[in-house]
């Protein structure tokens, strides 16, 4: 089956229910008039339909392979993906001051519905990404934006969403992960976390060079529940002083699952803290990590809800 982005039918969309043109009218709009509208839709279709369609069906059969701690990719995704980072269509909604367009969320929408449909399974990178995007937007330090931003924006590196674990899925408060302060040394200030997540998707991959994780977990003394969570940013490589990922951070990836749908998307058993230590950022404040998480998971809802037309476009 060839491939169409539904072009027409987002425009239809964008004009008449999203009022696109009266966004346009506020001053953090103003870029994104009529022609520049086009030029996304247009742009993003030719991309979906020349680089994320050919690799969906050999992702649905060669699948990823998890091997000593580590995922492979089907042939052709590792292009694609990069294709998706030069031509900078992660960032369409992001901050300007970050690397991103600046644009209007409900184009972005667009964007990850013409890639979604394209390929779902690969396309999840980019939706997990932008949400970890929304979060560090709304709850990182000035100091955290400036350093883990712009290469989530631009899409060199992953953001995950850790919620989930062995015993506590919907009870997302039953979760045992916890984090201890680092009080001396190099590492003051930062947090050592441990336990297990399940089902994190593209908790491990050969896309990107690093791997930027949001877990939640528990402080010591904290209360029972929800209340007592928090979160943190946890890199698969932490920064050297030059700024490049160099330093491994005791993130591992134990397996990965064999699903019935989406099997090019890499759903994985994630260890932090299993041996060496796992350092990480607190995102927000101490307990606060539902509210600062539900930013993210709110934005991975709204992008999987818009995947219910993958079946009716492809
Ligand atoms: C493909 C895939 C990708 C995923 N990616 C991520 C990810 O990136 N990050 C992440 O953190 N998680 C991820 N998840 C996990 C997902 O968030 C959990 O599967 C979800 O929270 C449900 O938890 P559970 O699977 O343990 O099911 P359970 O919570 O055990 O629920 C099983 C069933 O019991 C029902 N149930 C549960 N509690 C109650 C109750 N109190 N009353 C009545 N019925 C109840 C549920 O509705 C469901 O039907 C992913 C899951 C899948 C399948």
Known sequence: MTFRAPTAEQRFVLDHVAGIVELAGAERFAHADSDTVDAVLDGIAQFAAGEYAPTNRIGDTVMPRWEDG????????????SGCVEGGWNGVDAPMEHGGMGLPYALASAVLEALGTANMGLTLINLLTAGAVHALEAYGTEEQKSVWLPRLVSGEWNGTMNLTEPGAGSD??????????????????????RGQKIFITFGEHD??????????ARTPDAPAGTKGISLFLVPKFRLDAQGLPTIPNGVRCLSIEH?????????????????????GEL??????????????????????????HVRAFS
């Open 283 to 308: 995102i927000g404040e101490v307990g606060g990590g539902m509210r600062a998480m539900f930013v993210m998971m709110n934005s991975a809802r709204l992008n999987v809800g818009n995947q219910s």
């Open 259 to 279: 699903k019935l749908g989406i099997h090019a998307s890499p759903t994985c058993v994630m260890a932090f803290g299993e041996g060496d230590d796992s350092l």
């Open 70 to 81: 580590r995922v492979t990719m089907p042939p052709g995704f590792r292009q694609a993906y």
């Open 207 to 216: 896309l990107t060079d690093n791997i930027v994780h949001l877990v939640l």
């Open 172 to 193: 997302v408060g039953a979760l045992r992960t916890t984090a201890e302060p680092v009080a001396d040394g190099d590492h003051a200030g930062l947090w050592k976390l």
